[in-house]
């Protein structure tokens, strides 16, 4: 049993102090007697200097969301933040882990959502480590404990369904305005595929056996399932129409379906409760799980929606502009709302890349996405959690711009065979 010193005890404390400890099954208790010696092994973590002390800022003894100035130090053999000219390896960890920037920044880009280029993670270079369990592990060595680190990883693929197919099942407004923009833009090979499905041939995004053998392997795999009306962003096939109801359903028999809230639902709490109920009727059975379609996402605003709603886990925490830990680690950890100053039922489960991010926004080839998978695996072997991603299904099938992409599935799906 670790015991800690501390000048006050709250909810901050208890937080960062569970990620640290508890989730690593070390036993510990906050006191705010410095007297107390009943324990083995004490240390301080106070604003006022004393004996085996980590010296405090100010951030977790606050009940506010308060700017301060950043800079970076080392604590260790790690790097972590100065808040105000303390360096704080403590508060460093609930800041990431809890998005506290994302609280005080105004900065959102064209689709409302944080930037990455606004991070700390992207000013440090930190995104691609696991910067809270690392931390986590230099505060235990300075207590003197030795912790064993991670070895076992749990692969969960996932699969965003935001066209379930190319051509089949669409009709009316949607096919019509399809063939006109491929007309318009002198997509003539896309006319021929058009006819060549309407005659017989498989869809180029119909991948969906692909998705059953990786769920068959991965009982953990999830689909993220788009059923909101069409619009600009949203142009899934109607959840009206039979047989796409019919493939939700017998997906659902192989594998985890829940809910890709639409674009359009974002903050809009009536139209994410509609969406949540059509595809609860759809597969007969409650849904608990979420990820937000663009990762679209503002903090508090989006997961206070989805907790009031029944939701109860969350998978949209990464940056689609690049691949890593969004909130410093691979572990799912409950949320702490910053703006309430307390910890919610909502669980966020961080993923650690998207199919998108490396193709798309950080145009890495594909022996570049392999080598970089490896190393976001072997971080996360070796501080824990769950290695999570995201693929779609129009990106598995080798079409188009994807084509060999799918030797990058395969090859994530492998890594647990060394």
């Not at 705010?32 to 004996?51: H, I």
């Not at 869809?203 to 769920?215: C, E, L, M, R």
């Not at 962003?233 to 829940?258: G, P, W, Y």
Request: charge should be negative.
């Amino acid at each position: 049993m670790i015991q800690i010193v501390v000048d006050e005890i709250n909810e901050r404390l208890s937080y960062t102090f569970d990620f640290i400890f508890k989730s690593r099954g070390v036993e510990y208790a906050l006191t705010t007697n410095r007297e107390n010696e009943q324990f083995e092994t004490t240390f301080v973590y106070s604003q006022k200097p004393f004996g085996n002390a980590i010296l405090s800022s100010s951030l977790l003894y606050s009940k506010k969301i308060e700017n301060y100035t950043i800079s970076k130090n080392n604590f260790g053999e790690e790097e972590c933040l100065s808040f105000d000219g303390v360096t704080d390896p403590i508060a460093t960890i609930f800041y990431i882990l809890t998005r506290y920037e994302e609280y005080t920044s105004n900065v959102r880009d064209a689709h409302g959502r944080f930037p990455f280029s606004e991070s700390v993670l992207s000013k440090y270079n930190w995104v691609e480590k696991a910067i809270c369990d690392r931390l986590a592990i230099e505060i235990l060595k300075f207590i003197g404990l030795d912790f064993k680190k991670e070895t076992k990883v749990q692969i969960i693929p996932t699969f965003d369904i935001d066209n379930t197919f190319a051509y089949q099942l669409k009709s009316g407004k949607q096919k019509f305005l399809s063939i006109c923009k491929d007309i318009a833009q002198l997509h003539f090979s896309r006319l021929r595929e058009r006819k060549s499905v309407k005659n017989g041939a498989k869809d180029p995004y119909d991948t969906f056996d692909k998705i059953k053998s990786v769920a068959k392997l991965f009982p953990k795999t999830k689909l993220f399932w788009l059923v909101g009306e069409l619009a600009e962003k949203d142009r899934n096939i109607s959840i009206f129409n039979e047989k796409h109801r019919a493939l939700i359903q017998e997906m659902n028999t192989i594998c985890s379906v829940t809910l890709h809230p639409s674009y359009a639902s974002f903050l809009k709490k009536e139209k994410l409760q509609e969406e949540k109920e059509n595809l609860e009727k759809i597969i007969e059975t409650p849904i608990y799980s979420s990820r937000q379609h663009f990762l679209r996402f503002q903090l508090p605003n989006s997961f206070q929606i989805l907790e009031e709603l029944g939701f109860e886990h969350e998978y949209s925490m990464g940056f689609a502009e690049n691949v890593g830990f969004r909130c410093g680690t691979a572990r799912a950890h409950s949320w702490f709302d910053v703006k309430q100053n307390r910890v919610r039922d909502l669980v966020i489960h961080p993923f650690m890349y998207m199919d998108g991010t490396l193709n798309e926004y950080m145009q890495l080839s594909i022996d570049e996405s392999k080598n970089k998978i490896q190393e976001l695996y072997n971080e996360v072997k070796e501080f824990g959690g769950d290695f999570v991603f995201l693929w779609h299904n129009e990106t598995i099938g080798d079409y188009q711009k994807w084509k060999g992409w799918s030797e990058v599935l395969d090859f994530t799906l492998n890594l647990g065979d060394e």
